[in-house]
Nanobody, 121 residues
Framework: QVQLVESGGGLVQAGGSLRLSCAAS????????MAWFRQAPEKKRELLAA???????IYTDSVKGRFTISSDNAKNTVYLEIDNLKPEDTAVYYC???????????????WGQGTQVTVSS
């Protein structure tokens, strides 16, 4: 089973950018569909972006154009770049790995511990 560790969160001013990292160990990221989710206080966890084992990418409509998912197989790491950060992006960001995005949406798969992103106005 793969273990995931997120990093790169922090306190950022609105309009700034961040790159979140999800370092995998135990298995290679290319063995899984990988995805980024976030959960804000008192809100449901939402899917942001995913990358399939074949390398195709999907994005939730609300983040298209600002969020970019990528993977580096040599570093066994998946990234999420966020541009033009907004206060409403404040949340804990999680990466996940499983056989499909659908199963991750249901909560299955391997999950990291999350990294906090706070955007000040």
């Amino acid at each position: 089973q793969v273990q995931l560790v997120e990093s790169g969160g922090g306190l950022v001013q609105a309009g700034g950018s961040l790159r979140l990292s999800c370092a995998a160990s135990g298995r290679t990221v290319s063995s899984y569909a990988m995805a980024w989710f976030r959960q804000a206080p008192e809100k449901k966890r939402e899917l942001l972006a995913a990358i399939s084992r074949a390398g195709s990418k999907i994005y939730t409509d609300s983040v298209k154009g600002r969020f970019t998912i990528s993977s580096d197989n040599a570093k066994n790491t998946v990234y999420l770049e966020i541009d033009n950060l907004k206060p409403e992006d404040t949340a804990v960001y999680y990466c996940a790995a499983d056989n499909s995005v659908a199963t991750m949406i249901s909560g299955s798969g391997s999950w990291g511990q999350g990294t906090q992103v706070t955007v000040s106005s």
